[in-house]
């Protein structure tokens, strides 16, 4: 079946490193996503990874992904206040929908 | 490219109204989705199209609901008689290939 899991809530402190995580359920999944959303705004991507890749970097976003535990982590590096959001894991199967975890609200504190 | 815009912004209805939304997708993407999304939730993907077809239809997308997508570039979603459950925020994405997907601003509905 498909589902994706994240925990509710996470708090860093502004410079620390922030690790997000996801669990999905679906091994055929193709690609993994991770999104960015602000109050009251769309979706924006962030990074998204090919599920025969372990890791990604991308400036201070860093994907890893344990494809045998069905695990996705995003860390984010000198998190900043700017980074406060709420950040959604998505996968996409054969089809072209994606399936959305319900997201992890992130606050950076000074 | 100035990414994908939906129009309302936000829309405030009575029950029993029907509303329509329109997402303009990026120029050239072929392939435009709907999603809907509820408070404290993830988005839920309601159908998807490619160029003019409707190729896929969630079990979310009930008979009162309808998308179309007539020349194959600009959507429009609409709901008769809305109910208060269809209170949510209505997110289109659109793709040039099945790998990434760029999301709107989203229209936000209430239903009083």
């Known amino acids: 079946g498909e589902d994706v899991e994240q925990s509710l809530f996470l708090s860093v402190r502004e410079g620390d490193s922030s690790v997000i995580n996801c669990t999905y359920t679906?091994?055929?999944?193709?690609?993994l996503y991770w999104y960015k959303q602000e109050p009251g705004a769309g979706l924006q991507l962030l990074t998204y990874?090919?599920?025969?890749?372990d890791m990604k970097q991308d400036q201070r976003l860093t994907v890893l992904l344990n494809k045998k535990d069905k695990h996705l982590s995003l860390r984010i590096a000198d998190t900043q206040t700017g980074d406060s959001a709420i950040y959604f894991c998505a996968e996409s199967i054969d089809t072209d929908k994606l399936i959305f975890g319900t997201g992890t609200r992130l606050q950076v504190f000074p | 490219d100035t990414g994908v815009s939906q129009n309302p912004r936000h829309k405030i209805t009575k029950r029993g109204q029907n509303v329509t939304f329109r997402c303009d997708p990026i120029s050239e993407h072929n392939r435009l989705y709907w999603y809907r999304q509820t408070l404290g939730q993830g988005p839920e993907f309601l159908t998807y199209?490619?160029?003019?077809?409707?190729?896929?239809k969630s079990r979310l997308l009930s008979d009162r609901f309808s998308a179309e997508r007539p020349k194959g570039s600009f959507s429009t979603l609409e709901i008769q008689r809305t109910e208060q459950g269809d209170s949510a925020m209505y997110l289109c994405a659109s793709s040039s290939d099945r790998q990434v997907q760029y999301f709107g601003p989203g229209t936000r509905l209430t239903v009083t």
């Open positions: 990874i090919f599920s025969n890749m």
């Open positions: 679906d091994s055929s999944s193709t690609y």
């Open positions: 199209f490619q160029n003019e077809a409707q190729l896929e």
